[in-house]
């Protein structure tokens, strides 16, 4: 066993073996993470289970900061070495098939599913996670061949799924509570009366209080970045006490959801990707 810093050949390992295993995941194709390690072992100086558990949520947290999908159960942890990024930027330039199956993954059309037991779809919503000041290598600008998160985003059929998926759990939540009068105003306001409202669905509370609901929806784990507008957070400001985000994910597999109620900047870290450039 060691407790060393992990050298370029050890890192290299890893990191090939963990773009492998996100490469089977997006296509749909069976592996065991268990078999992978054991492996991976064999390379690796003496590194324990646990230490190589914590290194594949480190690539995990660098392929979520390049815009990848991530390998499902690998949870993101940011306090990653610079050598780890240097690594991973270059192993995943040179895998032309990975940005063939991300792009697949992440455009591919989606429905909502039609049998779900709704009993056991919610999850709790990750933690905000607070780095310490030293723990980010550095700020670049390092050249990123395609942001795949942001792709998914933009994939219209995966964001209406999710939003009538969500209609749906409405609908059975108020019913469960015996309130059927509420559950038939459940509203899918963003295609009755068009997007642009900073929320997708009306529904209610246990007190009939209104709940204006932004869905975000991944299929991926539950920790992947969505995205908002502008419009969305200010909106999320303005009606604190009735907004609900709905983060719907692994929406693909078997669809879980967590709900975070108030105002979106109490609850996730908000990065300015994108601005509006004028001349007025």
């Known amino acids: 066993m060691t407790s060393q810093d992990w050298n370029r050949l050890e890192v290299e390992a890893i990191v090939a073996d963990y773009l492998k295993m996100l490469s089977l995941e997006l296509a749909g194709q069976a592996f065991s993470?268990?078999?992978?390690?054991?492996?991976?072992?064999?390379?690796?100086?003496?590194?324990?289970?646990?230490?190589?558990?914590f290194k594949h949520c480190n690539i995990s947290a660098v392929m979520r900061d390049l815009g990848f999908p991530t390998v499902r159960g690998y949870q993101p942890r940011s306090n990653y070495q610079s050598l780890l990024r240097e690594v991973v930027e270059a192993q995943v330039t040179r895998q032309t098939s990975l940005d063939s199956l991300a792009l697949a993954a992440v455009e591919q059309p989606a429905v909502s599913p039609e049998l779900i037991d709704f009993s056991k779809v919610v999850a709790n919503a990750p933690k905000r996670q607070h780095v310490a000041t030293d723990a980010a290598p550095y700020r670049d600008y390092a050249p990123v061949k395609r942001d795949y998160i942001a792709r998914e985003a933009r994939n219209t059929s995966l964001g209406i799924a999710g939003e009538e998926f969500v209609v749906r759990f409405e609908h059975w939540r108020l019913n469960q509570l015996g309130m059927t009068t509420l559950a038939d105003r459940v509203e899918h306001v963003s295609q009755t009366k068009g997007d642009g409202l900073g929320y997708d669905v009306l529904s209610f509370d246990a007190s009939g209080r209104e709940r204006f609901?932004?869905?975000?929806?991944t299929a991926f784990g539950k920790e992947t970045p969505f995205f908002v507008t502008r419009n969305e957070l200010d909106f999320s400001k303005d009606a604190k006490d009735h907004f609900v985000l709905c983060r719907l994910f692994e929406f693909r597999q078997a669809p879980r959801l967590f709900a975070l109620n108030g105002a979106l900047?109490?609850?996730?870290?908000?990065?300015?990707?994108?601005y509006r450039a004028s001349f007025a």
């Open 33 to 53: 993470k268990t078999a992978h390690r054991r492996a991976l072992q064999q390379k690796l100086q003496g590194r324990t289970d646990g230490s190589i558990e």
């Open 213 to 217: 609901i932004e869905v975000k929806t």
């Open 265 to 274: 900047d109490q609850h996730c870290a908000l990065d300015p990707v994108t």
